[in-house]
């Protein structure tokens, strides 16, 4: 069973259909909320040539991508090649044939009726109306980009930098007496390096989705003006705007307040978008925050751990209470994502996506346990001598670890997750079972 991002559920006409009246529309049902401006449906003619039609979502029902054919076809087989953008940002294509026989329409003059080869083996269906609907068994398997590394380790790697610098900033701006605590140069640093990478991401994902993988004036208006292309320039402006705040004007408080933004609207990015959004982009944006209140806690720790008088014992102490309710946060708000993202705990084994997700509880799990460790076993020795190397030592390990889980889930935005099972997907058009 292959992984998609969006699955082909249905077709209008469906697959190898033959029909005795020429369609007057080209329907296809996908399993998530397709992004009409970048998506793509083309006929290709019994002689060889082709017409890309004009497409958009059925108003109904933002499902469905409906291309119009805007003349009457010639008695011959068609072939449909389609390319949609979903609404998580990933870009899916695919093709399947169907048959016009009896419609007394004929080919153009000079026009060689030869056609293409059968994409897929499936059996032949006969129809006498032009909104047959292929069933779910039937339709063929859609062809998907492989995961883009490169953008992939942008997204992991700046988030990540990005989080680190944001959850050092909050623990500095809420330090109050013990603000004059807080490393400024490696908040801007972590924040700078964020930004440059999160610029870096937008136009690695904008090369990721574009047909002709070029970035033309042509592709770029729509790209960035719809709705996941906002999305995604939006996190890169607040990202830069919490650079310039931080870095240029010196306002802790705005460029808090803007890095939180930049996480929030990065909750709205990717699987979420497109799987049960009401309940996961919530769930995704707590998720950031918590998680970027937790990398930052463990580098503020490593930094406190240098100094030896009471106001770093005491900001050490605050900063693992603050941890833990980080952590529940997390684990919550992690597991709600997996029960929507996968059908069954089998995914967890049986999915690319699934082993993922199962590599990053095992890594939240082993965290757990170093912060189980600092906050019982090694902050009560704080006053030792060697208590704040212990400490250090130990959080540094954890904060490697965490460095590792951050990566798989710049992975994880851009692996598809497991479909819905077949059984399920001729009931419903978008909601995970």
Not at 45 to 62: F, I, M, T
Not at 287 to 307: F, M, T, Y
Not at 407 to 428: D, H, M, N, Q, R
Request: glycine residues 10%; hydrophobic residues 45%; charged residues 15%.
């Amino acid at each position: 069973m292959a992984l998609l991002h969006a699955t082909l559920l249905r077709s209008t006409p469906a697959a190898n259909s033959r029909l005795k009246k020429s369609p007057e529309t080209v329907r296809l049902v996908f399993s998530e909320q397709i992004v009409p401006e970048l998506s793509q449906i083309t006929v290709v003619r019994p002689d060889g040539s082709s017409v890309q039609l004009k497409v958009a979502n059925d108003p109904h029902d933002v499902h469905v991508l409906v291309g119009t054919v805007s003349s009457g076809l010639p008695d011959g087989r068609y072939k449909v090649d389609w390319r949609v953008l979903s609404a998580d940002g990933h870009p899916v294509g695919g093709s399947y044939t169907f048959s016009l026989e009896g419609t007394g329409n004929t080919a153009p003059p000079g026009g060689i009726v030869t056609p293409p080869p059968t994409v897929t083996p499936t059996p032949s269906r006969d129809s006498t109306a032009s909104d047959s609907a292929a069933s779910a068994s039937s339709v063929p398997e859609p062809e998907m980009k492989p995961v883009p590394v490169l953008a992939s380790l942008f997204r992991g790697l700046g988030l990540g930098a990005f989080m680190t610098g944001v959850g050092v900033l909050f623990f500095g701006a809420t330090s109050r007496e013990r603000r004059h605590l807080a490393p400024r140069t490696l908040i801007v640093r972590a924040i700078a390096i964020g930004a440059i990478l999160l610029v870096a991401h937008l136009v690695a994902w904008l090369n990721h989705v574009s047909p002709s993988g070029s970035l033309n004036a042509d592709f770029l208006g729509p790209a960035l003006g719809s709705t996941i292309g906002r999305a995604e320039l939006l996190r890169t402006i607040l990202a830069l705007l919490t650079l310039w705040a931080i870095a240029l004007a010196r306002r802790d408080t705005p460029a808090l307040i803007l890095g939180g933004a930049c996480l929030v609207v990065s909750g709205a990015i990717g699987h979420p978008a497109a799987i049960d959004p009401y309940w996961t982009i919530p769930a995704k944006m707590l998720h950031l925050v918590a998680g970027s209140i937790w990398i930052g806690g463990l580098v503020w720790l490593v930094w406190l751990a240098r100094c030896n008088d009471e106001a770093c014992r005491i900001e050490a102490r605050r900063v693992s209470s603050v941890a833990l309710i980080s952590v529940i946060v997390i684990v919550l708000s992690g597991l709600l994502q997996t029960f929507f993202f996968l059908n069954t705990p089998g995914d967890l084994i049986h999915s690319q996506y699934g082993r993922l997700v199962l590599a990053k509880m095992i890594g939240l799990t082993i965290l757990i346990g170093f912060g189980a460790y600092n906050r019982y076993g090694l902050l009560p020795q704080l006053d030792a001598t060697d208590g704040p190397k212990k400490l250090s030592r130990s959080v540094k390990m954890e904060i490697a670890v965490l460095t590792m889980i951050i990566l798989i889930g710049g992975f994880l935005a851009y692996e598809p997750t497991p479909p819905i099972p077949k059984s399920a997907s001729s009931v419903t058009t978008g909601v995970r079972q």
